[in-house]
């Protein structure tokens, strides 16, 4: 009987003991808890994004319906709308093959320099945007370097809206680099022996095999890309030239509102570009979602 006892006691100092590391594992969290991590993020989005942008809105309401039309559908405005989308967009597009191209020849090959080239990548990160409008502007000017050659063969860069979008392709290189690199360098590249052990071509390997890989990573550097030009301004004031219904862009629209103390209506121009990046922003990250879930169907 005292045996039993013992017995039962040991057996329950030991389940008891093998307990207690499994509880204090289970209370110990590497962040805080729940609560106080979802209080803080609350918080922080409330005070950096949710307040200024509700703020924009309010300064909007101010005004009436045939105010707020006359200010965000003026024709000089609608000229602006066109060319900061549309030079975002190609800028973006013509970033998306690039970057990619940069990020392929980064991961896949080894050539005296390449640290060199790696990091000139990052230095539109680190230039002050009014320095790069200056530079591209003393570059492609027609009395500048290369803007006097291509002038002598009819080509104006500056001061039209090609010179916008390659201003906004010089700031917007990084992101689809930095963006696609890190999943090239992650790519198992037994997949892509695998392929061409069983007959594939080299153009068959990248678009049944690598494509789908990096698809993700391209549309998502492609979003920052264009969001980013969207809302350029340094880089781009140098180099527009800034000729209304011309090389205007809206960043430079609002800020002339806002020198003529028309706050209302810069805060209406604002909205409508924060309204359409917003809506095209969405649809990026739904092609991004639907890429996914295909991906895994196919997986």
Known sequence: MTQQILTSSGAGEVSHKGALPFKRLKQQRVMPGFGLTLGLTVLYLSLIVLIPLSALFLKTFTLSLDEFWAAVASPRVIASYRLTFGAAFLAASFN????????????????????????????????????????????????????????????????????????????????????????????????????????????????????????????????????????????????????????????LIIIGKLEQYDFAGATAVAVVMLVGSFILLMIINLLQAWQRRRAGMKS
């Open 96 to 251: 998306l093959f690039t970057g990619l191209l940069l990020a392929w020849v980064l991961v896949r090959y080894e050539f005296p320099g390449k640290k060199i080239v790696d990091a000139l990548v990052d230095l539109p990160f680190a230039l002050p945007t009014a320095v790069a409008g200056i530079a591209l502007t003393a570059l492609l000017a027609p009395n500048g370097w290369l803007g006097g050659t291509l002038e002598k063969w009819g080509i104006q860069i500056a001061f039209t809206p090609a010179g916008v979008v390659v201003a906004l392709i010089f700031i917007g290189i990084p992101f689809v680099v930095r963006t696609v690199q890190p999943v090239l360098e992650d790519a198992e590249k037994e997949l892509e022996e695998a392929a061409t052990c069983l007959g594939a071509s080299p153009f068959q390997t990248f678009s049944k095999v690598i494509l789908p890989t990096i698809t993700p990573a391209l549309l998502t550097g492609f979003a920052m890309a264009f969001a980013r030009a969207i809302g350029e301004y340094g880089s781009v004031i140098f180099i527009a030239g800034n000729m209304p219904m011309v090389s205007e862009i809206t960043s």
